[in-house]
């Protein structure tokens, strides 16, 4: 019976440490600041057909050592300057494009699957006229993201 106890103790001592790191996780490094305020640049900018929400890719080094360099794809709800981080990938694995296609967002990408990242799968933002919509975000792998837009 004692065996039992210090098995279910460590269980449950082993389920809390978990608990806490992926809090702390959450806390520090799954929302990273918005890219306005990291070594970030915009290279693509995107503007819903409501003009309540931008779509931004932008270029990014975050951390020190090591250094990681990647693409990040970023939404921004308009109306209350809310910014939302969709996507990111290594610079090494290729480019990324976006474009919207009714109440779609298109990442466009030469990454892997394992090298592309994405944070969320849809987008609510709040129209001027207090209703919300929805912007749901897909992905396609293409050889070279800029010809690849061009043709669609």
């Not at 389920?15 to 970030?40: G, K, M, S």
Request: hydrophobic share 45%.
């Amino acid at each position: 019976m004692k065996r039992i106890g210090l098995w279910f103790l460590a269980a449950i001592i082993t389920c809390a440490v978990l608990f806490v790191a992926v809090l702390l996780y959450q806390w520090t490094v799954y929302e990273p600041d918005p890219p306005t305020v990291a070594n970030c640049q915009s290279i693509e900018t995107l503007v819903t057909a409501d003009s309540a929400a931008q779509i931004y890719v932008y270029q990014c080094q975050r951390g020190t050592n090591p250094k990681w360099e990647g693409y990040e794809v970023w939404a921004q709800k308009l109306v209350n300057q809310e910014w939302q981080r969709l996507a990111t990938s290594p610079m090494a694995a290729g480019c990324i494009d976006i474009a919207l296609e009714d109440r779609r967002l298109l990442i466009l990408h030469e990454a892997s699957r394992g090298d592309l990242s994405v944070a969320a799968s849809s987008f609510v933002y709040e129209l001027p006229e207090g209703a919300a919509t929805t912007l749901s975000v897909a992905t396609e792998r293409v050889n070279d993201c800029g010809t690849e837009k061009l043709e669609n």
